[in-house]
């Protein structure tokens, strides 16, 4: 049965692996290594996933952090200019020299009444019985009145302010969470991008994090494939010449020999092993398809009618099946390379040459042979390589010679390599001519 968990969608892939691996199928250890592999890759996944929601979380901080201060310095300002406007209010007008006359008790200097500061006392002289006295005194109801009015309008307008600055800030909160939804969105449908956006575009590129990590691509494998000639030929080739002795023309051959049947055995073992997918695919659809419920008394209960799934649906999982493949491309590597070295030594040596084991200084030029080589045949369109056969004429826009010049092939030193079969030329070639 499915295992799910509460919130979570049942994954399918999972289930049908276990499926296969519970009925041996295939071997339990492939079916449990794919599952490993699985599970890292959502793993991978849910991490960078993670990442991105702390840094957009963290990036929506500091943005309202720095909005909310650029506001405050804009009230700080509004409430000092208004402060400001009030003192040059309460200040006497400068260099006056008129004398303050009292009138009904009151000082006035040309017709304006001074407004004291809030809470202090102004002393007044009174004549009393022809004598002088000084007495201190609140101040008049006017000028109560008028501070009490400024103070009001300042609490109104701080208010005010206070009252913008609360609806500018949901405001940028509100666009703040639509953006997060928006970019949400996008990352999820990125990440669940599968084989329906993968079947209307064909010759599009193709973003899946597995494919860029453990992929290389087309270009990359052209340089490395140049790299094997300028390193590990040049190293096997020395050690073929100074320690078994063997002539140049053996150990050309020897060297060329490896490297032909490294790309033949990498075309064949790739569709070889497509084949099998597609058997194991056979069976997978009709787990998918055809409904079955295992009692656990009775026997299994399958339905008379037959599911069928459409062409469409067919060339979906076809192509899920195929991208599934490119995500474990590494994984067989270290098994290819054991086949082939034993191919190596049953086959090739005893056709070049009279060795019985195959040399030490030549292994990691199988190594990589078999690494890049597996490569080129798990992309698609596959790159091909092309190697003329001796007594052929030598194509010079495809192949430099081997050291004399020559227009007929002795034979191939190095093959000439094509993006595709029919398409453009990636690295000439070299050829051994007379």
Not at 133 to 160: H, L, M, W, Y
Not at 309 to 330: E, N, V, W
Not at 340 to 345: C, D, H, K, M, N
Request: net charge positive.
């Amino acid at each position: 049965m499915a295992t799910t968990t509460p919130g979570k969608p049942p994954d399918q892939l999972v289930d049908i692996l276990k499926q296969i691996q519970a009925r041996k199928t295939v071997k339990p250890e492939d079916a449990t290594k794919a599952l490993q592999q699985y599970y890292k890759v959502q793993a991978h996944i849910k991490t960078l996933k993670s990442e991105i929601e702390l840094f957009k979380t963290s990036q929506e901080k500091q943005d309202v952090q720095a909005k909310s201060q650029a506001q405050g310095n804009s009230v700080v300002t509004r409430k000092n200019s208004i402060r400001s406007q009030g003192a040059v209010t309460k200040q006497a007008i400068p260099g006056s020299k008129t004398t303050p006359r009292t009138i009904n008790s009151s000082s006035q200097m040309n017709g304006t009444v001074p407004i004291p500061s809030r809470g202090t006392k102004l002393p007044c002289r009174v004549s009393m019985n022809g004598q002088s006295k000084t007495q201190d005194r609140q101040p008049s109801n006017k000028a109560t009145k008028d501070e009490k009015f400024k103070e009001d309008k300042f609490s109104k307008d701080e208010k005010q302010l206070s009252a913008g600055e609360t609806t500018d800030k949901d405001k940028e909160l509100a666009r703040l969470r639509l953006q997060n939804a928006q970019m949400k969105v996008t990352l999820e449908n990125k990440s669940n991008k599968g084989p329906n956006s993968v079947l209307g575009s064909e010759n599009t590129t193709k973003s899946t994090i597995l494919e860029q990590r453990d992929i290389p691509a087309p270009g990359k494998l052209v340089e490395e494939f140049k790299k094997i000639y300028e390193i590990e030929y040049k190293t096997a080739y020395h050690d073929l010449e100074k320690h078994y002795k063997l002539k140049e023309e053996n150990i050309t051959e020897l060297l060329a020999g490896i490297a032909k049947e490294a790309y033949t055995f990498s075309i064949n073992t790739s569709k070889q092993q497509f084949d099998d997918v597609t058997k194991a695919h056979a069976h997978v659809i009709d787990v998918l398809v055809q409904p079955k419920y295992a009692l656990q008394v009775k026997d299994t209960i399958t339905p008379k009618s037959k599911s069928i799934i459409d062409k469409d649906g067919y060339q979906i999982t076809r192509r899920f099946l195929k991208d599934y493949r490119r995500a474990m491309a590494k994984v067989p590597i270290p098994g290819l390379i054991e086949i082939f070295e034993t191919l190596v030594q049953r086959d090739v040596l005893s056709r070049f040459t009279a060795l019985r084991i195959t040399p030490k200084a030549t292994k990691p030029y199988i190594h990589r042979l078999v690494e890049i080589n597996w490569f080129m045949s798990i992309h698609e369109p596959q790159l091909a390589q092309v190697w003329p056969r001796g007594g052929q004429l030598m194509n010079r826009d495809w192949f430099t010679p081997y050291g004399k010049k020559g227009a007929t092939v002795i034979h191939t030193v190095w093959p000439a390599l094509f993006y595709h079969k029919e398409g453009t030329l990636a690295e000439r070639g070299i050829c051994l001519v007379k």
